[in-house]
């Protein structure tokens, strides 16, 4: 009974001290302390994740919601739909959402600029909605493009009833979610210059002109060092939420907070997470759309060479002290014509310590028809005979 008694005791402790080490494992793991309800910080460049706490939970986002409102507007932008000059007449609907407001009156006319200083600068939730109304004739039907881009880009857990972030049943989202909304925010490079404008004005009224202050609702903007914005946000029940990103060299990282319990608390916890970021991970650059390569041949083509491009930009994500690991290798096939705007010619091969951590297609940039046989015998001719 005596050695039974002893085994079970033996037992009992290998099992608790099993589950103490496990804890304290999991404990450490943990590089960071952080209050908000959930956060995460996500790398630009590559989306990978450096750090999360509660990341898919659903939580009401507040204004944080215009970063969609936002990155909507700059694709309407940027595919030529809509230009900063045009002018927008504000319903009466835009104008009575209430909250922060621009003050806009009904049946005023308002450029898409001033808007967009409205939404980005002051987080006006008047400017939304005329904004919404301008380029997708309602806002109802402004916020199914919003849920149709949020499918599109993996947010998962995301569903938007309006286009503010005022409180609404159902309107949540998540920090993961957000920061990839973000990051396809920051790809629009033009609406760093809202983002990151610490103050303006606009000038509103019919009868009577006033002109409205406008200050940034992100205290980054004057305190942290290499801060693209983003988006803050704050109701009862969202609480105080934020999404901030800075670049530094070559890295940009994007940190959410969802959930703070103040103020101050989400500015400071979203520092935290970009400090981690900056301090132990560094961005290499492997090929992208602008570098690409050059003078790859071509056979039987109308021109003899064609600049091949990386379907996407490719970077890699390492922990600093490993940047010199980092290999690529760049396969260019047989290429002949004809050849069609992105047509596989390649693939750039990325190793890290050796393995292959990522692998992306080369592709053309440009149409090359293939060349006649009239043209190709007059080309030898002129090579025969010295002429031009």
Not at 50 to 67: C, D, G, R, W, Y
Not at 88 to 98: D, L, P, Q, T, Y
Not at 148 to 161: H, I, Q, R, S, V
Not at 208 to 225: D, I, M, P
């Amino acid at each position: 009974m005596k050695k039974r008694f002893l085994c079970l005791t033996l037992v009992i402790i290998t099992i608790m001290s099993f589950n103490i080490n496990l804890a304290s494992a999991k404990t450490t793991a943990q590089p960071l302390t952080i209050t908000s309800k959930s956060a995460v910080l996500m790398d630009w460049s590559t989306g990978e994740v450096l750090f999360e706490k509660n990341m898919h939970e659903q939580l009401p986002p507040a204004s944080v919601t215009k970063i969609m409102t936002m990155l909507l507007a700059m694709e309407a932008l940027d595919s030529g739909k809509i230009t900063l000059a045009d002018t927008v007449v504000v319903s009466e609907r835009a104008s009575h959402m209430g909250g922060t407001q621009l003050y806009i009156e009904p049946g005023e006319v308002k450029t898409v600029e001033d808007l967009m200083k409205g939404i980005a600068i002051r987080s006006a939730n008047d400017a939304c909605v005329a904004m919404a109304e301008f380029i997708s004739g309602s806002e109802e039907a402004f916020v199914q493009k919003m849920n149709e881009k949020a499918k599109e880009l993996g947010m998962k857990n995301t569903n938007f009833l309006n286009t503010n972030g005022l409180p609404a049943d159902g309107h949540v989202t998540t920090a993961f979610d957000i920061a990839l909304m973000s990051r396809e925010l920051l790809k629009h490079k033009d609406i760093t210059v809202w983002l990151t404008t610490w103050m303006d004005s606009v000038d509103v009224g019919i009868k009577k002109q006033s002109t409205q202050q406008l200050v940034n609702t992100n205290k980054l903007l004057r305190t942290y060092q290499g801060i693209n914005g983003i988006k803050t946000g704050f109701t009862q029940a969202a609480m105080h939420c934020l999404s901030a990103s800075a670049t530094r060299g070559n890295n940009t990282f994007i940190a959410v907070v969802l959930g703070a319990p103040g103020s101050d608390v989400r500015f400071s916890e979203a520092s935290k997470l970009l400090d981690y970021g900056f301090a132990n991970y560094n961005t290499v650059e492997i090929l992208t759309k602008k570098t690409g390569i050059a003078d790859v041949p071509i056979q039987k083509g109308k021109i003899p060479t064609i600049k091949g491009v990386p379907a996407e930009d490719v970077y890699v994500l390492v922990k600093k002290g490993q940047e010199q690991q980092v290999e690529k290798e760049i396969k260019i096939n047989k290429v002949s014509a004809p050849l069609k705007k992105g047509d596989v010619i390649g693939q750039v091969i990325v190793k890290l310590e050796g393995k292959e951590i990522n692998r992306v297609d080369i592709v053309t940039d440009e149409v090359v028809e293939r060349l006649s046989v009239f043209t190709a015998l007059s080309k030898m001719f002129r090579g025969m005979t010295g002429t031009k």
